[in-house]
C-alpha cells in the first residue's frame, strides 16, 4: 500500500523559477528519499534524509524533513527545463528495508 | 558508484512464454535487491524483496510462482515472469540497496509487453 501522499500532483512553472514539493507519511520512518524519474526511465537517487535530520542541501535541490508533522518537502531552485520529470519520495519504516512510494509529483518547466 | 542496469531494456513475446530479466549491481555489492512494477502514470509498487542467498520475500497479491526470482550472487538478481499473458504487460524496475541507510539505487527499467 502507498504510504506517502505528494502535492502537487502536477507543477508547471516557467524557467528560471523555483519547485517546491510536498510529501507526507503515515508512519515512523528511518530515512525518507527523493527520487526522479524522467519518462519511461528508471528512478535516480536524488537526497536521502535521516530521520534526525531537518533539512539536506545538494546543488539546486533542498529538502526538508518534519518528523513531528511527518513531512518533507523538496525545493528546486532556479529550475531549468531538463529539471522537467516525476518526483517521487520514498520511506522505510523503522525495522524495515523496504520502501514505500508516494505517488509523486509531475513537474513541467516551461521554458 | 552506485551504477545498476537492467537487461533487457525492453522486450516483446507472445502469450504463453517466459521472460527473463536480469538486475546488476556494477560497481557494489547488493545482499538485497527489489523488483518493482510501474503502470503508466502511477507510482513504484514493490513486487518482492530478493535476497542473495534466500527465497525472496513476496508483497501481498503478488504471485510467487508467475514471478519467479532468483538472487543467486551478491550482484545478479533476475526475475523471471512465467506463461506471461498481456495483463503482465508493464514496466519492471529492480533497486539495489546499498549502505547503511537503506539507500536504493534503481536500474533504467524493463519495458514488457505481451502480445
Known amino acids: 500500500s502507498q504510504q506517502g501522499e505528494e502535492d502537487p500532483q502536477a507543477l508547471s512553472i516557467q524557467e528560471g523559477e523555483n519547485a517546491t514539493m510536498n510529501c507526507s507519511y503515515k508512519?515512523?520512518?528511518?530515512?525518507l528519499q527523493w527520487y526522479r524519474q524522467n519518462s519511461g526511465r528508471g528512478l535516480v537517487h536524488l537526497i536521502l534524509i535521516r530521520s534526525n535530520e531537518r533539512e539536506k542541501h545538494s546543488g539546486r535541490l533542498r529538502v526538508t524533513l518534519d518528523t513531528s508533522k511527518k513531512s518533507s518537502s523538496l525545493l528546486i531552485t532556479a529550475s531549468r527545463a531538463a529539471d522537467t520529470a516525476s518526483y517521487f519520495c520514498a520511506t522505510d519504516a523503522q525495522g524495515a528495508q523496504k520502501l514505500v512510494f508516494g505517488q509523486g509529483t509531475r513537474l513541467t518547466i516551461n521554458p | 558508484g552506485a551504477v545498476v542496469s537492467q537487461h533487457p531494456s525492453r522486450v516483446i513475446c507472445k502469450s504463453g512464454t517466459s521472460v527473463k530479466i536480469e538486475c546488476r549491481s556494477l560497481?557494489?555489492?547488493?545482499?538485497?535487491m527489489f523488483w518493482y512494477r510501474q503502470f503508466p502514470k502511477q507510482s513504484l509498487m514493490l513486487m518482492a524483496t530478493?535476497?542473495?542467498?534466500?527465497?525472496?520475500?513476496?508483497e501481498q497479491g503478488v504471485e510467487k510462482d508467475k514471478f519467479l526470482i532468483n538472487h543467486a550472487s551478491l550482484t545478479l538478481s533476475t526475475l523471471t515472469v512465467t506463461s506471461a499473458h498481456p495483463e503482465d504487460s508493464s514496466f519492471y524496475i529492480c533497486s539495489a540497496l546499498r549502505g547503511a541507510y537503506n539507500e536504493q539505487f534503481f536500474g533504467p527499467g524493463t519495458r514488457l509487453t505481451v502480445l
Open positions: 560497481d557494489f555489492q547488493a545482499t538485497t
Open positions: 508512519t515512523s520512518i528511518n530515512n
Open positions: 530478493s535476497n542473495e542467498g534466500s527465497k525472496a520475500t513476496y
